[in-house]
């Protein structure tokens, strides 16, 4: 009831990609111990089959699950299509792990291998979402001081795209695989890298490597924030700077004082930054620029 209570009205802080997703992984084993609970301890008077209590079971499970996120409306919190598909793995999952392995049940063994295999499959489909973050978070640290590389596997979980069209090319030996961005006819089109492996105190300096498509000079935009900069989102409590780059190769070279000394006011935590972004403008609709990778030295 209380773990039911958390999930239905408790809004966590403001966290990264990882807690998020951990909080929203939350409903698989929660609404699997209810329906279990449901198995052992309702039996109602027309389940008198085995297969009935699990179908009753399941079905209490999956009727709570979606009354709570029909009762989450009535909060800060929006009813979730995903969560009540979490809800309903987590019950099947739970239920098909109980048949399999709890001995009382006269089931040949054949049988119970196909209900843990089943249940594994569901659970493994609930909890992917939090599988593919935690192992973009695990070569997000591994290729640190590498920030952002075209041929990661799950760098793309830890990217916001805004008004872009975004490709991974992989070209020949004769190049680097780089990301084309180009940019759509919107506001503020950009790719942004957030949850970025926050401790930037031994480096001296950010480098990104890009190239400008097209004949004419473009407008690049850098923004480069610590985790203090969420609580207020002023533009002067930031790093921003305008690069005008000529059509060509670029290795844009910021040392990592002028991020310190950027906001007004304070001193950037260069142990705590957590997003960067480089956008353009709406202007430069359908320009492109390849980008081939962000690193610290």
């Known amino acids: 009831a209380v773990l039911l209570y958390a999930l239905l009205f408790y809004t966590p802080r403001i966290g990264g990609l990882w807690s998020q997703v951990f909080y929203d992984s939350l409903h698989v084993p929660v609404f699997g111990l209810i329906a279990v609970s449901f198995y052992f301890l309702w039996r109602p008077d027309w389940a008198r089959s085995q297969i009935l209590r699990l179908v009753a079971a399941f079905a209490a499970a999956c009727a709570l699950g979606l009354v709570s996120e029909i009762a989450q409306m009535a909060t800060s919190r929006d009813a979730s299509v995903s969560d009540f598909v979490a809800d309903c793995l ?17 089931l040949a063994w054949p049988r119970r291998a196909l209900a843990a295999a089943a249940a594994l499959v ?8 939090l599988t593919l973050v935690s192992a973009a978070y695990l070569e997000r640290n591994a290729q640190f001081p590498e920030i952002f590389s075209p041929d ?5 979980k830890l990217l916001r795209l805004q008004n872009i ?4 090319v992989v070209p020949p030996e004769t190049d680097a695989a780089h990301a084309v961005i180009t940019f759509l006819d919107a506001p503020w089109p950009g790719i942004a890298m957030h949850d970025l492996s926050p401790d930037w105190t ?4 950010l480098v990104i490597d890009l190239e400008v498509g097209g004949a004419n000079p473009l407008d690049i935009n850098l923004r480069v924030h610590d985790a203090t900069h969420r609580q207020n989102q002023v533009f002067n409590d930031r ?11 670029h290795t844009l070279e910021i ?25 353009g403008a709406q202007a430069n609709a359908g320009r492109s620029f390849r980008l081939y990778s962000v690193r610290l030295e």
């Open 90 to 106: 987590g019950a099947a999952g739970f239920l098909g792990l109980t048949v399999a392995l709890f001995p009382a049940h006269p």
């Open 255 to 279: 040392p990592l004082a002028d991020l310190h000394d950027a906001p007004q006011g304070r001193a950037m935590d260069l142990a705590k930054v957590s997003e960067l972004i480089i956008f």
């Open 122 to 129: 569901m659970l493994g489909w609930a909890l992917a979402p």
């Open 239 to 249: 790093f921003n700077r305008t690069f005008n780059l000529e059509p060509g190769r």
């Open 152 to 156: 990661s596997a799950f760098g793309r």
């Open 202 to 205: 031994a480096y001296g300096t």
């Open 165 to 168: 069209r975004y490709e991974i």
